[in-house]
Nanobody
């Protein structure tokens, strides 16, 4: 069984930065891609970014482009999301997930972490 655990969330002010981390329980697990999603209260879970595990090729949602950077460390079995210039609308629970596809669709990710809360005050 693969377990994902996020960390690094918190309460920050608009314009601040945060770095989220996601640890994989099995270093031998090799997904095709890993992604970050977020879910704000009363809203559907939405795609933020993904990165292909072997090649390290990233892809971003329009809201993340230019402010967020996704990266991974295969040796440490870890995924990261550097978030800069945070805005109140970035407030959400952030989830990492793993998939065997190249996709932005929530239902095509097989493994999920429990999430970490990010709150951005204005």
């Amino acid at each position: 069984q693969v377990r994902l655990v996020e960390s690094g969330g918190g309460l920050v002010q608009a314009g601040d930065s945060l770095r989220l981390s996601c640890a994989l329980s099995r270093q031998t697990f090799s997904p095709y891609a890993m992604g970050w999603f977020r879910q704000a209260p009363g809203k559907e879970r939405e795609f933020v970014a993904y990165i292909t595990w072997i090649a390290g090729a990233p892809y971003y949602s329009d809201s993340a482009k230019g402010r967020f950077t996704i990266s991974r460390d295969k040796e440490k079995a870890a995924l990261y999301l550097q978030m800069n210039n945070l805005k109140p609308e970035d407030t959400a629970v952030y989830y990492c997930a793993a998939t065997q596809f190249l996709t932005t669709m929530v239902n095509e990710y097989d493994f999920w972490g429990p999430g970490t809360q990010v709150t951005v005050s204005s």
